[in-house]
């Protein structure tokens, strides 16, 4: 799970952005290539991991400057991120999907000022606007995380935070990041949340097409786990709470089917 990685970043305002890809849309993929070398005011470091068999994104590449190309099979998506975070040296870390776009050209600048204003906390996050969902996002409890992921597309990671934790588990193929940032919010690590839209998520991503059922099984161990005993509970009961309701609704509802039940009356 854990890999060596850069621990001597360059000082100053630097982002490094990190693209796992898979023969991916060449437009798609430009697209995200310019919202990040377009950042002002920020210098950039962009890795993008991954074997490329459609020749036009391999020579898009090739022929963007600034852009480190790892040419290389993987074994799954966060193979690839964590080969990208060995080869990272930014003070943050932010990993995007091919087609995935920051929101302006300003993004990495407020990110910085948010850092400089906060004494560079471990995680900066904020909201993504997600072309199948709508707004994603808010501010995150470890309440809130018990229920649904801070999108990857919205996080900055400090360099400092794999220093302390590690990198991806790679165990879980979809939900990974669900995973580590569990980990980032039982080690209490110092979070600040940006209130706004730092990227947009495209549509048809793998983590809605794709279910990570090791994930799933594990999610409520890892509550557990992580959180402690009150989180637990909380989250097992709420889960066999929605099962048992679901169950009732679903016998009401085949039994009206087999007109077992009468309508309902009001008295």
Same mark, same amino acid.
């Given at each position: ?20 890809? @898979? ?8 697209? /995200? ?8 005011? =920020? ?11 459609? @020749? ?9 400057? +600034?852009?480190?190309?790892? #040419? ?22 932010? $990993?995007? %999907? ?15 000022? =948010?850092?400089?204003? $906060? ?8 909201? =993504?606007? +997600?072309?199948?969902?709508? !707004?994603?996002?808010? @501010? &995150? /409890? ?6 649904? #992921? ?5 996080? &900055? ?11 991806? #588990?790679?165990?879980?193929?979809? !939900?990974?990041? *669900?995973?580590? #940032? ?17 990227? =947009?998520?495209?549509?048809? %991503?793998?983590? @809605?097409?794709?279910? +990570?059922?090791? &994930? ?9 786990? *992580?959180?402690?005993?009150? *989180?637990? !509970? ?9 099962? *048992? ?5 679903? +016998? ?5 089917? /087999? ?9």
């Amino acid at each position: 799970m854990s890999k060596a990685f850069c621990s001597n970043p360059r000082r100053g305002a630097r982002l490094s952005v990190v693209i796992p890809v @898979k023969n991916p849309d060449i437009q798609a993929l430009e697209k /995200t290539l310019t919202s990040v070398l377009s950042q002002s005011e =920020v210098q950039v470091q962009l890795v993008v991991v991954g074997a490329l068999e459609n @020749k036009s994104a391999s020579s898009l590449l090739l022929s963007t400057p +600034d852009v480190r190309w790892v #040419n290389e099979h993987d074994s799954g998506i966060y193979d690839a991120m964590n080969k990208g975070l060995s080869l990272s040296d930014g003070e943050y870390v932010l $990993f995007l %999907g091919a087609g995935d776009y920051l929101a302006n050209a300003s993004v990495g600048k407020q990110v910085f000022d =948010v850092a400089r204003g $906060f004494g560079y906390p471990h995680l900066i996050y904020g909201r =993504v606007w +997600d072309e199948d969902l709508g !707004l994603v996002g808010g @501010k &995150f /409890t470890r309440w809130a995380l018990c229920r649904r #992921n801070i999108p990857h597309q919205a996080i &900055f990671y400090s360099r400092t935070v794999f220093e302390i934790l590690g990198t991806y #588990n790679e165990r879980y193929a979809i !939900l990974a990041d *669900y995973e580590f #940032n569990m980990r980032c919010f039982a080690a209490g690590l110092k979070g600040v949340f940006l209130d706004m839209v730092v990227a =947009v998520c495209a549509g048809g %991503g793998i983590s @809605k097409r794709v279910r +990570d059922v090791v &994930f799933e099984c594990e999610k409520e161990r890892l509550i557990w786990q *992580y959180f402690g005993p009150v *989180y637990g !509970l909380s989250y097992t009961l709420g889960k066999r709470a929605k099962r *048992y309701l679901r169950g009732l609704l679903g +016998d009401w509802v085949n039994a009206r089917k /087999t007109g077992e039940v009468g309508p309902t009356s009001r008295p």
